[in-house]
C-alpha cells in the first residue's frame, strides 16, 4: 500500500516489494501444482503467469526448508521454537500446524507494514 510505505526509506521499500513478487509466484507455482499450500491464496489476489524457471526455483526454495523443518521439529519431539526472520506472507507456519507438527514456538519477524498486511 502507497499510503503504508509513504514514510520508508527507498531501500525498505525495494526489500518490501520482494514480498509482494515473491507471493505472487509462489502463489502461481501451487497453482500450477509445484506443491501444496492452502494459504498462500489468501495474501495476494493476482497470480501473473510465471516461467517455470522461477517456479522451479520457488519449488527448490520452498521445499528445501519446509523439509529441513519438518525433520528438526520432528527431532526435537515439537520441543523447540522457529523463528522466521523476514518472515513477508510465508505461509509455514499454518502448512506445519495442518500436518500437526507446529513447534512450540513459533515467531515471525519483518518489517511492521508487512506484518500488518499479513494480519488483513
Not at 36 to 62: L, N, W
Not at 96 to 119: Q, S, W, Y
Amino acid at each position: 500500500n502507497s499510503t503504508q510505505m509513504a514514510g520508508l526509506s527507498s531501500a525498505d521499500q525495494a526489500v518490501q516489494a520482494t514480498n509482494d513478487d515473491a507471493t505472487i509466484c509462489k502463489k502461481y507455482a501451487v497453482q500450477k501444482g509445484y506443491w501444496r499450500d492452502e494459504y498462500v491464496k489468501y495474501f495476494c489476489k493476482s497470480s501473473d503467469r510465471r516461467s517455470p524457471e522461477i517456479s522451479r526455483g520457488y519449488y527448490a526454495r520452498v521445499m528445501s526448508i519446509r523439509n529441513l523443518l519438518m525433520n528438526f521439529i520432528s527431532l526435537t519431539s515439537r520441543d523447540c521454537q522457529v523463528i522466521n526472520l523476514g518472515a513477508g506472507f510465508d505461509s509455514t507456519y499454518w502448512v506445519l500446524r495442518e500436518i500437526g507438527l507446529h513447534p512450540k514456538m513459533f515467531v515471525e519477524v519483518d518489517f511492521p507494514d508487512v506484518t500488518a498486511r499479513k494480519c488483513q
